[in-house]
Every structure is written in C-alpha cells, then in structure tokens.
C-alpha cells in the first residue's frame, strides 16, 4: 500500500474522502451510502506489531459524515433524506 497513488496523496496533505456506496438489493431496489471526509494518517506499521496490524495503514480522522438509506429500509429510494453531520 505504501507505493500506492492514495497512501502518497493522505501522506503529502493529510486530507481524505473515503466512500462506499451499496445496491443493498435489486428487487424492491435498495442503495445506501457512506462518505467520510476528514483528516488522515498514512501510517507504515509494519513490523510494529500495534494492535495486531503489520501492514501499512490509513488512519482517518473524520470531520463530516454523510449517509443515506442506512435506518431507512422501509421507504421508497426516491424518498431516502441524506444524513450529514460534522463530527
């Protein structure tokens, strides 16, 4: 992980966006989201044993949070709200 694109840019400016979004089911269709923004820490924990971890990892500190169709299951996906709050 360390030589990748996204290990390089959190380790230059420390910012980070990390979505992921779901098709929960097809038939009634059901997608849920998250996205996390916040500061971030390429951390190169190999062979430090923290915690069980020996891999190269990115710490992510959040200051927004945004979801939807998460507590949501029983409305029509034209009906989901968009939750977001700053942490």
């Given amino acids: 992980m360390t030589g990748s694109r996204k290990f390089h840019n959190v ?3 420390g910012r980070i966006a990390f ?4 098709i929960a089911s097809v038939d009634p269709w059901r997608v849920r989201c998250v ?3 916040g500061r971030a ?3 190169d924990v190999t062979g430090a044993g923290a915690h069980g971890l020996d891999a190269p990892i ?3 500190h959040p ?3 945004i979801s939807f169709g998460l507590d949501d299951k029983e409305l029509d996906v034209h009906q989901l ?3 977001g709050r700053d942490v």
């Fill in 58 to 60: 990115i710490r992510i």
């Fill in 11 to 13: 380790a230059e400016n």
């Fill in 41 to 43: 820490e390429a951390l």
């Fill in 81 to 83: 709200v968009v939750n």
């Fill in 35 to 37: 996205e996390i923004r």
């Fill in 63 to 65: 200051e927004r949070i």
């Fill in 19 to 22: 979505v992921v979004d779901d």
